[in-house]
C-alpha cells in the first residue's frame, strides 16, 4: 500500500506538573482525558514518579532521568497518543556546547525529556526553584546558539514547570535571541495568564517556542486539575503529519 502523503493536523499540547504518578488513579483519569479524541496529543510532565516509561494503552511515555540526591518524582515525561506516527518520534538527550548532559532543578537534578519528529524537537523542562534561573538560561542559551540544534531543528516547543513567571523568562530570553548574529531563532512565550500554581497564586507553567521564522503562536488556556498542586496549560500548533 502506497504510503500517504502528510496532512496539516492540528495537535493539541500540555504542560502539567503532576506531583506524582500520572499512570494511575486521578492523575490518569485527568491524562486520559487530555489525550483521548481524534486529534494528536502530547502531555509535557514534570515530577511525573520514577520509572514510568513505556506503553500505556494508546500511549506512550518517553522520560528524562533523575542525576541528583532528592525526591526522585521530579522526573520528566512526555506522553504522546496513537494520532501521532510513532515510528517517527525519537527520543533525545540533550547535551550543551560541552557535551554534558542539560540538567534542570540543581542538587535535585533532572534531565529534560525530548523528542524529535523530523525537524521539530519537543521538550519538557523543570527548573530550579530558585531567582537566578540558571538551568533555563542555560538550556535556551544552548538550543539556541549552538549550531548542532539549529542545522537539526526548525521548531523547539518546551513545555515546562519553570518556577518563574512569563516575565522573568521573557527578559531572559529577549537577551539571548535578539543578537541575530548569535542567536538561530525568534522565541516566544504562550501562557494562560493566570495562576498555574494552586495556593500559591503564580504562573509558572507555560510554554516556549523556538522558530527560525516568526509566527504567531495560539494562546495558552488554563485546564484546572483535581490531581495536581498546578492546574495544567493547553494551548494547540498545526503540524505535517
Given at each position: 500500500m502506497a504510503q500517504q502523503p502528510p496532512t496539516l493536523k492540528a495537535v493539541n499540547l500540555y504542560t502539567w506538573n503532576t506531583q506524582g504518578n500520572f499512570t494511575t488513579g486521578p492523575k490518569g483519569q485527568e491524562l486520559s482525558q487530555m489525550v483521548s479524541g481524534d486529534d494528536p496529543a502530547l502531555v509535557f510532565i514534570q515530577e511525573g514518579g520514577v520509572n514510568l516509561e513505556g506503553q500505556y494503552n494508546d500511549c506512550i511515555a518517553v522520560a528524562g532521568y533523575a542525576v541528583g540526591a532528592?525526591?526522585?518524582?521530579c522526573t520528566n515525561y512526555i506522553v504522546f497518543n496513537s494520532k501521532w506516527p510513532?515510528?517517527?518520534m525519537q527520543p533525545v538527550v540533550l547535551v550543551n556546547g560541552s557535551g554534558m548532559a542539560l540538567i534542570g532543578g540543581g542538587i535535585a537534578g533532572r534531565t529534560p525529556a525530548?523528542?524529535?519528529?523530523?525537524r521539530t524537537l519537543f521538550v519538557s523542562w523543570h527548573s530550579l526553584?530558585?531567582?537566578?534561573n540558571l538551568d533555563t538560561s542555560d538550556l535556551i542559551r544552548t538550543l539556541t546558539r549552538t549550531p548542532y540544534y539549529s542545522e537539526k531543528y526548525d521548531l523547539i516547543v518546551i513545555g515546562g514547570d519553570f518556577n518563574a513567571t512569563p516575565a522573568d523568562i521573557e527578559s531572559m530570553?529577549?537577551?539571548?535571541?535578539?543578537?541575530?548574529?548569535?542567536?538561530y531563532f525568534f522565541a516566544s512565550i504562550v501562557r494562560c495568564g493566570q495562576p498555574t500554581l494552586k495556593y500559591w497564586d503564580k504562573e509558572v507553567d507555560f510554554f516556549i517556542y523556538l522558530r527560525k521564522e516568526y509566527e504567531q503562536e495560539v494562546p495558552a488556556v488554563l485546564r484546572q486539575t483535581q490531581a495536581s498542586d498546578h492546574d495544567a496549560v493547553q494551548t494547540q500548533m498545526a503540524m505535517m503529519l
Open positions: 532528592f525526591n526522585e518524582r510513532m515510528g517517527s525530548a523528542l524529535e519528529l523530523g526553584s530558585s531567582p537566578n530570553i529577549v537577551r539571548m535571541v535578539t543578537d541575530r548574529a548569535q542567536s
